[in-house]
């Protein structure tokens, strides 16, 4: 999903973003959170696949450009041959409340900074 996509949808209302991964034989130790393939649902509707990776030079570039950055949303310059015509590139940074609920479930709330009608942004990370 992208990014400006999710904070013009998180304007309208709460956003609810679950993540489904297969349950695997008792054998299988691995972590939900380092599965490796999920299938994601946006507010209920079936909506594509998430795919666990390392990160990129780029990703590592503009994690140290937002380092400073505690808590925000906006838009940095981009580079134009790797994003596209639009030379952007739209940015969410937020503290999260994560609750594990069992070894196959977790979900990470953002928090609003000001404290309003809980959070703008819930994301469930299922095994099942």
């Known amino acids: 999903m992208l990014t400006n996509v999710l904070q013009k949808e998180m304007g309208t209302g709460m956003v609810r973003i679950a993540l489904e991964c297969e349950k695997k034989p008792e054998k299988d130790k691995t972590k939900l959170m380092e599965e490796p393939l999920w299938t994601m649902y946006y507010n209920g509707k079936k909506s594509g696949y998430g795919v666990k990776r390392e990160a990129s030079e780029e990703d590592l570039y503009i994690m140290e450009v937002l380092k400073a950055v505690s808590m925000g949303a906006g838009v940095l310059p981009g580079n134009a041959e790797a994003e596209g ?44």
């Open 85 to 128: 015509q639009d030379d952007e590139l739209a940015y969410i940074r937020a503290h999260f409340e994560r609750v594990v609920g069992s070894k196959d479930s977790e979900t990470l709330y953002m928090l609003s900074p000001e404290g309003n009608n809980g959070p703008e942004l819930s994301i469930f990370f299922v095994r099942i």
